[in-house]
């Protein structure tokens, strides 16, 4: 399952039925996972933690030392779950001694030319569209989705079933279960077809609307919203997610609507 023409060090740890195609470099210390197949032209550099069944297409170079000043060759590490799938040109950097790793995990869908910099955090199920970066020490929470040439700037949180409008710039915080688009990044909504496919109830969705409709509708100071919210929407795992996350976010969160 290893084409002669591939390059694997000898130290690398392979997966039973791994397939590495023609021009591939495998790099000392990469692990890869049973069933993954990689397609030709990938460069894998030492730290690579790559799970089961992965599918990482032409071009793409994972774990490679981070475009970042202040990395002295310390070692760190890219982890990766099991059934993610990388196109082309995806790049994915190493750690620095802040994280000591960039993660990505299972499920996930990088779509071509995007960029995961140094000690990201990816969640599972997440989906990043062509051309899409994120800035370092970022954090992507299960099931967001990030279209079409997105940017981040650093320690960017992105909250769990979000939906970011392509070609948007992230300079704030997006809370979980929010649409967002428009710049500055504005409330556009909450994901409600993701939250229902994902098996939601009307009732829970309905919850999620009453509160962001305090928090980005009514248009009052978000510390007086929160209050409100706290006032009026009865406790559960949703608000205490949310309110969370915003009370948390000390970049601040995207715009309300006006």
């Known amino acids: 399952m290893i084409s002669p023409l591939a390059q694997v060090s000898p130290s690398a740890t392979l997966g039973e ?24 032209n990938v460069t894998i550099y030492p730290g ?8 990482i297409y032409p071009g793409a170079v994972i774990a490679v030392i981070p475009q970042d ?12 779950g099991d059934r993610t799938v990388i196109r082309e ?8 001694k802040d994280m000591w790793k960039t993660t990505v995990g299972n499920d996930c869908l990088l779509m071509t030319y995007v960029h995961i910099a140094h000690d990201c955090q990816i969640g599972n199920h997440v989906i990043m569209a062509s051309y899409s970066g994120l800035s370092g ?5 299960d099931y967001a989705i990030l279209e079409g040439r997105c940017g981040s700037q650093q320690f960017i949180h992105v909250g769990a079933h979000s939906f970011i409008a392509g070609g948007s710039l992230i300079r704030k915080n997006v809370p979980p279960y929010v649409k967002c688009a428009r710049e500055p990044l504005t409330f556009a909504g909450i994901n409600s077809v993701g939250l229902r496919r994902r098996g939601y109830t009307d009732e829970q969705v309905r919850e999620i609307e009453d509160i962001y409709r305090i928090i980005f509708v009514q248009n009052n100071h978000v510390t007086k919203s929160l209050d409100i919210v706290k006032e009026t929407i009865p406790d559960s795992p949703i608000r205490r997610e ?15 609507l006006i």
């Open 242 to 256: 949310i309110l969370s996350f915003i009370e948390a976010s000390d970049k601040g969160v995207i715009k309300g």
């Open 17 to 40: 039925g791994v397939t590495i195609e023609a021009f591939s470099t495998i790099y000392d210390d990469v692990v890869i996972g049973a069933g993954t197949k990689i397609h030709p």
């Open 137 to 141: 020490h970022c954090v992507v929470g």
């Open 89 to 96: 040109c995806v790049t994915i950097h190493r750690g620095t």
């Open 69 to 80: 000043l202040k990395f002295d060759g310390e070692y760190t590490t890219v982890e990766i």
């Open 48 to 55: 690579a933690r790559i799970g089961e069944n992965c599918e």
